[in-house]
T-cell receptor, first 114, second 111 residues
Framework: GAVVSQHPSWVICKSGTSVKIECRSL??????MFWYRQFPKQSLMLMAT?????????EQGVEKDKFLINHASLTLSTLTVTSAHPEDSSFYIC??????????FGPGTRLTVT | QKEVEQDPGPLSVPEGAIVSLNCTYS??????FMWYRQYSRKGPELLMY????GNKEDGRFTAQVDKSSKYISLFIRDSQPSDSATYLC???????????FGTGTRLTVIP
């Protein structure tokens, strides 16, 4: 299967600071990437769709000014959690679709806000 | 009604048992049906996918889709402790990139 990487895999930050998470498709190009968050023992919740060369599309209830998404190239999307608070602590996962119908996930980033 | 319904479990079986994991869906436009396996604190891993109705076998795993009843199944034969994980069904429409996830079923295979 294809490979999607995420960096960092784990990050601790203080309340009020910002954190950037990178998602890369290593062996294929992705004009679209997806960002999910997952709380313990719960399923994936789609946050936003990242589009190369255009603005991201956010799901209802997700603050676009808090979760900044930039799809800088065909292999890189970044999610920046701005002014992080403890309630933003979660597991963030990105995915990238690969033609014709497969979709591959990154290993996830565990964010802890203290 | 949710797009995809999946029994969250947990499901515990002894090693060697046959496991049946199931989902139902409501959107008749779904044409591709994915199964993902997610180990604790890891990203989901694509296990199998099928197109439209029918069966697909890969080793100990068999995916089955019945579009007439909107029912998706994943069977695991000769289950192993290493199969202990959460299994997520995720159908999608033709031409669309986004997946619709079930809640996931947590499976534990007891040695």
């Amino acid at each position: 299967g294809a490979v999607v990487s995420q960096h960092p895999s784990w990050v601790i930050c203080k309340s009020g600071t910002s954190v950037k998470i990178e998602c890369r498709s290593l062996d294929f190009q992705a004009t679209t990437m997806f960002w999910y968050r997952q709380f313990p023992k719960q399923s994936l919740m789609l946050m936003a769709t990242s589009n190369e060369g255009s603005k991201a599309t956010y799901e209802q209830g997700v603050e676009k000014d808090k979760f900044l998404i930039n799809h800088a190239s065909l292999t890189l999307s970044t999610l920046t959690v701005t002014s992080a608070h403890p309630e933003d602590s979660s597991f963030y996962i990105c995915s990238a679709p690969k033609e014709p119908y497969e979709q591959y996930f990154g290993p996830g980033t565990r964010l802890t806000v203290t | 009604q949710k797009e995809v319904e999946q029994d969250p479990g947990p499901l515990s079986v002894p090693e060697g048992a046959i496991v049946s994991l199931n989902c139902t869906y409501s959107n008749s436009a779904f044409q591709y049906f994915m199964w993902y396996r997610q180990y604790s604190r890891k990203g989901p891993e694509l296990l199998m996918y099928t197109y439209s109705s029918g069966n697909k076998e890969d080793g100990r795993f068999t995916a089955q889709v019945d579009k007439s009843s909107k029912y998706i199944s994943l069977f695991i034969r000769d289950s192993q402790p290493s199969d202990s994980a959460t299994y997520l069904c995720a159908p999608k429409q033709t031409g669309a990139n986004n997946l619709f996830f079930g809640t996931g079923t947590r499976l534990t295979v007891i040695p």
